[in-house]
């Protein structure tokens, strides 16, 4: 039996990698996704490919860093569907950049977007949750950054370590409200996604970053697992989405400020 049907979930950054794999498991479990992103064409093939399933779906352009944007999304949601039950609060971007390295722009654009963008989905999402009166499931995204430090990655280790103590200090605030909204957080390891290749603003790529770090030359995911992950390769989006469908349903009913570790070992 489907663990989501009839239930409505956001879920950001769903154009690409874990974002697009977890619309599509979710779908998968019954659930209509509204699936946002800054990048229209990404979103509107995850829209696509939910759709050719035989599942239920609309693509809204977001950012995720935009608070106007927040509440337009979560009415949009509620006037469309009446109800909201799951927030996927994934977006995120990776900059690797040594501290003395970067730019004040480069450090606030990734706090806006990892750290800032899943406090405003959680701050626009529970008074829709609270009003339908059914509880809720927000799982935020971290990462194993989020839990060790990593040289070349302290801005993105800083965004993914605030995530994680945000996400428990706010599970505390909804159950002394007794609202029936759980929040945890999810903690991937190394997973073969396009955010490894990203260039971006103000820093190198992910894998440029352990390049650097490692002196070794065009570093995959994979090969990075290999060194680091006991399991010795890569984890695919999916790997991650199963863990959200979890946290997501009631099967995880207990679990409030827990953290999901998701990453082949990489820190057992
Ligand atoms: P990805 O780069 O494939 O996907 C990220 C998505 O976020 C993209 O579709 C992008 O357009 C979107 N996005 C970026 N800025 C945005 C904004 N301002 N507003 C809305 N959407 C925006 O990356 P991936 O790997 O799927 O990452 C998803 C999440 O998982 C991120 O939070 C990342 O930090 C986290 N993560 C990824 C790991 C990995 O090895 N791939 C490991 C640990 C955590």
Same mark, same amino acid.
């Given at each position: 039996?489907?663990?989501?049907?009839? +239930?409505?979930?956001?879920?950001?950054? !769903?154009?690409?990698?874990?974002?697009?794999?977890?619309? %599509?498991?979710?779908?998968?479990?019954?659930?209509?996704?509204? !699936?946002?992103?800054?990048?229209?064409?990404?979103?509107?093939?995850?829209?696509?490919?939910?759709?050719?399933?035989?599942?239920?779906? +609309?693509?809204?352009?977001?950012?995720?860093?935009?608070?106007? +944007?927040?509440?337009?999304?979560?009415?949009?949601?509620?006037?469309?569907?009446?109800?909201?039950?799951?927030?996927?609060?994934?977006?995120?971007?990776?900059?690797?950049?040594?501290?003395? %390295?970067?730019?004040?722009?480069?450090?606030?654009?990734?706090?806006?977007?990892?750290?800032? &963008?899943?406090?405003?989905?959680?701050?626009?999402?529970?008074?829709?949750?609270?009003?339908?009166?059914?509880?809720?499931?927000?799982?935020?995204?971290?990462?194993?950054?989020?839990?060790?430090?990593?040289?070349?990655?302290?801005?993105?280790?800083?965004?993914?370590?605030?995530?994680?103590?945000?996400?428990?200090?706010?599970?505390?605030?909804?159950?002394? /409200?007794? *609202?029936?909204?759980?929040?945890?957080?999810?903690?991937?390891?190394?997973?073969?996604?396009?955010?490894?290749?990203?260039? *971006?603003?103000?820093?190198?790529?992910?894998?440029?970053?352990?390049?650097?770090?490692?002196?070794?030359?065009?570093?995959?995911?994979?090969?990075?697992?290999?060194?680091?992950?006991?399991?010795?390769?890569?984890?695919?989006? %999916?790997?991650? /989405?199963?863990?959200?469908?979890?946290? !997501?349903?009631?099967?995880?009913?207990?679990?409030?400020?827990? %953290?999901?570790?998701?990453? &082949?070992?990489?820190?057992?």
């Amino acid at each position: 039996m489907k663990r989501l049907t009839g +239930r409505v979930a956001i879920v950001t950054g !769903a154009a690409s990698g874990i974002g697009r794999a977890t619309a %599509e498991v979710l779908a998968a479990e019954g659930a209509l996704i509204v !699936a946002t992103d800054i990048d229209v064409g990404g979103g509107e093939e995850t829209h696509g490919r939910i759709i050719a399933s035989g599942g239920h779906a +609309r693509f809204l352009v977001q950012d995720v860093a935009d608070e106007d +944007r927040w509440a337009e999304v979560v009415a949009d949601t509620m006037a469309s569907h009446g109800r909201l039950d799951i927030l996927v609060n994934n977006a995120g971007i990776g900059l690797g950049t040594l501290v003395t %390295e970067m730019t004040l722009e480069a450090w606030n654009r990734q706090v806006a977007i990892n750290l800032t &963008g899943v406090f405003l989905g959680c701050k626009h999402v529970i008074p829709a949750m609270r009003a339908g009166g059914r509880g809720g499931s927000i799982i935020n995204v971290s990462s194993v950054a989020g839990l060790e430090g990593a040289a070349g990655l302290a801005g993105y280790c800083a965004t993914k370590g605030g995530v994680r103590l945000f996400t428990k200090a706010l599970a505390k605030e909804c159950a002394m /409200a007794r *609202d029936g909204i759980r929040v945890n957080s999810v903690h991937p390891g190394i997973i073969d996604t396009p955010i490894w290749t990203r260039i *971006d603003q103000g820093g190198l790529s992910l894998a440029q970053t352990a390049e650097a770090h490692t002196g070794a030359n065009a570093l995959s995911p994979d090969v990075i697992a290999a060194a680091g992950a006991p399991l010795g390769y890569a984890g695919q989006p %999916e790997d991650v /989405a199963r863990g959200i469908a979890f946290l !997501a349903s009631d099967d995880s009913r207990y679990m409030t400020g827990s %953290e999901l570790v998701i990453d &082949g070992g990489w820190t057992a």
